[in-house]
């Protein structure tokens, strides 16, 4: 695998990489059945990367998702995240980690109804100890970067939902993550409003340099990504990479430059 998933040599993978799975396994108990969800599965995404994750019902896309951010326990295996390992860390210091560095989006939004936009963005920093007066600042500025700063004094009930799924990606990015979760972010949307956050994200993508993972159902969103991992049955069945994203792509390709903001990711 390259490091941007076009071209390139495991060496440069390797100094580009910020997400690194290693051997990642997963286990659910079932009643009497046990479901082996992931099953040693390796992956890396580089700095930079927008990369779609695919593949039926049940093939463990979501599981590969909580387990690569932290959000589930892996049975095995290793997850490094910008140069360091999460398997080992404690809960307090997982949750401090996710929360300086990634941001969610879901399908479902996940906004707080009794809160408005701005209440909802600042969340995240509030949580991550910034002091109330310049979180309210971020936000604001947060909810301007996705186009609603007209939105801010509404409560979710009163938006569509299109911008109720910005102010989920201003939350999402409200703390300048590293990195950007993604399950099903257009899954609860008509395909034109599918189309223009996809727009916003890919924007994002390329201006503020995160780096995205995305669960999708949705070949078309899939296909704005530089690179699309399709899984079956707990393993990466395949992949293919988009040519169109990745002539524009916002791709950290220099491995001085990573190593210097990671500790080298060896």
Known sequence: MSENGV??????????????????????????VKVNALKGLDLDIAKGEMVAVMGPSGCGKTTLLNCLSGL?????????IEGESIVGMSDRKRTRFRAERMGFIFQSYNLMPVLS???????????????????????????????????????????????????????????????????EPTGALDSETSKDIMDLLVRLNRTERQTFVLVTHDPAV????????????????????????????????????????????N
């Open 72 to 80: 589930d326990e892996v049975d095995g295996g290793e997850v490094v």
């Open 7 to 32: 071209s390139g040599n495991a060496g440069a993978e390797r100094a580009t990489a910020i997400i690194e799975a290693s051997g990642v396994r997963k286990s659910y108990d079932s009643g009497d």
């Open 222 to 265: 899939a296909g704005r990504g530089h690179r699309t991992i399709r899984m079956r049955d707990g393993e990466v069945e395949s992949e293919e990479k988009n040519a169109e994203a990745n002539a524009g792509a916002n791709i950290e390709t220099n491995a001085e430059a990573y190593g210097s903001s990671s500790g080298g990711g």
């Open 117 to 183: 936009a701005t209440e909802n963005v600042e969340l995240p920093l509030l949580v991550a100890g910034v002091k109330p007066k310049k979180a309210h600042k971020l936000a604001l500025a947060a909810l301007e970067m996705v186009g609603i700063e007209d939105q801010a004094r509404k409560r979710p009930a009163q938006m569509s939902g299109g911008q109720q799924q910005r102010v989920t990606v201003a939350r999402s990015l409200v703390n300048e993550p590293a990195i950007v979760w993604a399950d």
